[in-house]
């Protein structure tokens, strides 16, 4: 995976903290799907950890699950973090911290639950950030999460390297590259997961049209991540060719369809 840009990370969401919760449809739709199905019936966490807990919605609904946890929710974004203790004021059993997934500020063996939703794309290389969730765990500690895999937006970068092509720029091709399934399990073994589980499923999401679909990610911070120079989607008459073939090739009745693949996985820290 291509090296990602952490502070480009943290500013993008940190000013994408306040529409967020408006505009990231899919990211919704992936908590709801992984409360519904991703977790074992029958745990009971005395201690869990949020991992990208964003503006706080999963571990608002995790806390209502578990209620005799104590809830801790994470975020490299400051503007995220300081929402989702927004909306845990007052709460006695919630803790709230601006913190990195690849470098937790807590002792090992600290938590039961690690989870996390729409955040493991940013980490780069997953090892180490899976390596860390296996660190926080108790043995016999659950890792369970959802992450964007290698098919997400692909009707995106399809649209842009073409439009690259057009205008005879391929080398400047910095997209953000998203990790396969594949290499989810593989990166979980290496960290030290047991009983690993992978699987994925697509959501797709429509906009009115193109720009409508990229002021929409620009609202919620999901840019193009990718480290060094050239960094956005280029310069004004690639962005236009772009928007163009994106329409003509994907486009219908309907919209502009946006395609998410998600993989949900989940791995146990051995006894």
Request: with cysteine; net charge negative.
């Amino acid at each position: 995976m291509a090296q990602i840009d952490r502070s480009r990370v943290r500013r993008a969401f940190s000013c994408g903290a306040e529409a967020y919760d408006d505009l990231a449809v899919v990211q919704q739709r992936v908590i709801a799907r992984f409360l519904e199905s991703c977790l074992p019936s029958g745990i009971e966490p005395s201690s869990l950890l949020d991992v990208g807990a964003g503006t706080g919605r999963l571990l608002e609904k995790l806390s209502w699950r578990f209620p005799g946890a104590f809830a801790v929710g994470v975020d490299m974004a400051e503007g995220m973090a300081r929402s989702a203790a927004a909306r845990f004021a007052g709460g006695e059993n919630t803790a709230l911290l601006c913190a990195d997934g690849e470098s937790l500020p807590f002792r090992g063996g600290s938590f039961d639950l690690v989870v996390s939703t729409s955040t493991y794309q940013w980490l780069s290389p997953l090892d180490a950030a899976f390596g860390e969730a296996l660190r926080i765990l108790r043995p016999g500690g659950l890792f369970c999460f959802a992450m964007f895999g290698e098919a997400t937006l692909f009707e995106l970068k399809d649209s842009y390297r073409s439009a690259l092509r057009l205008h005879g720029c391929e080398d400047t091709d910095k997209s953000h590259a998203f990790a396969s399934s594949a290499d989810v399990a593989s990166a979980l073994g290496r960290a030290g997961f047991s009983a690993v589980t992978v699987a994925s499923e697509l959501e797709v999401e429509l906009h009115g049209d193109v720009p409508a679909m990229l002021r929409a990610l620009k609202g919620i911070g999901a840019q193009n991540a990718s480290a060094g120079p050239g960094r956005g989607l280029g310069g004004r008459r690639v962005t236009a060719s772009m928007i163009d073939l994106y329409g003509e090739k994907y486009g219908g009745a309907d919209g502009v369809p946006a395609t998410y693949e998600v993989i949900y996985a989940a791995g146990t820290r051995r006894q």
